[in-house]
């Protein structure tokens, strides 16, 4: 039997001292997008961050995480293959647009074909001739997608997005949400968000979170 593809969660807890999250059962296929919408401190970034295996000091995490038929619980970070992107674009602005790229690329490859990878994903973004750029040079949509095309150059077997739309206004929004899902069409996603025009345009299940609020 060939390995289930996906990203499955098979009860997975995240608890400090009391659970936050708990017994958590969940399947995404490649290519859906499952939307996350859930009240402040219901525990939406420690879920991103047990998935991704960085979880705050104090905070543990119990369960199993399998990608594409492999078990990443108790990998580090960056074996996991599983991309992260945030509100804030984290963009490095002492580094160049294509140095910042750079940072994301998968291991491999010979100098001119990582230039290459980066020159190729720039052009698919609509951003050729930007390597060169100061990210503090960039309109926010510009930063948007140098910052999907980061995560993306990792080839990451699932994304994780925690309200990366949210600075966007209404227009650009629509535009880079749909160019984010055109280009993770082959992967699992989840989608944290408090917008319902999110939800809408992802288009796959919504899950509502109520977690337990931790005490300090
Ligand atoms: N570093 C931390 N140390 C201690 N408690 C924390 C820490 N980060 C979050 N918490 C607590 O863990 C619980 C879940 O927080 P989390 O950040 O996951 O919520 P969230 O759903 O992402 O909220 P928001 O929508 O406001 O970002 C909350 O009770 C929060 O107070």
Do not use: C, W, Y
Request: hydrophobic share 45%.
């Amino acid at each position: 039997m060939s390995a289930p593809t996906g990203l499955h969660l098979e009860s997975l807890t995240v608890r400090r001292g009391t659970d936050v999250l708990a017994q958590l059962n969940l399947t995404i296929r490649p290519g859906e997008v499952l939307t996350l919408m859930a009240p402040s401190g219901a525990g939406k970034s420690m879920l991103l961050q047990a998935l991704i295996g960085a979880l705050p000091p104090g905070f543990s995490a119990s369960g199993h995480i399998v990608l594409n038929g492999r078990k990443v619980t108790g990998l580090p970070t960056a074996a996991r293959r599983i991309g992260l992107l945030f509100q804030d674009d984290m963009l490095f602005p002492h580094l160049s647009v294509g140095q910042n790229l750079q940072f994301g690329l998968a291991p491999g490859g010979s100098k001119a074909q990582r230039r290459s990878r980066i020159e190729q994903g720039l052009a698919a973004a609509g951003l050729s001739g930007f390597a060169a750029r100061d990210p503090a040079t960039l309109s926010g949509g510009q930063r948007a997608r140098v910052a999907l095309l980061r995560a993306l150059l990792a080839e990451p077997q699932a994304l994780l997005l925690d309200e990366p739309f949210a600075r966007l206004d209404a227009n650009l929004r629509a535009q880079i949400r749909q160019a984010t899902f055109d280009a993770t069409r082959n992967l699992p996603v989840i989608l944290v968000t408090h917008d319902q025009s999110d939800a809408v345009a992802a288009g796959g299940p919504v899950l509502s979170l109520f977690g337990q609020p931790v005490s300090p």
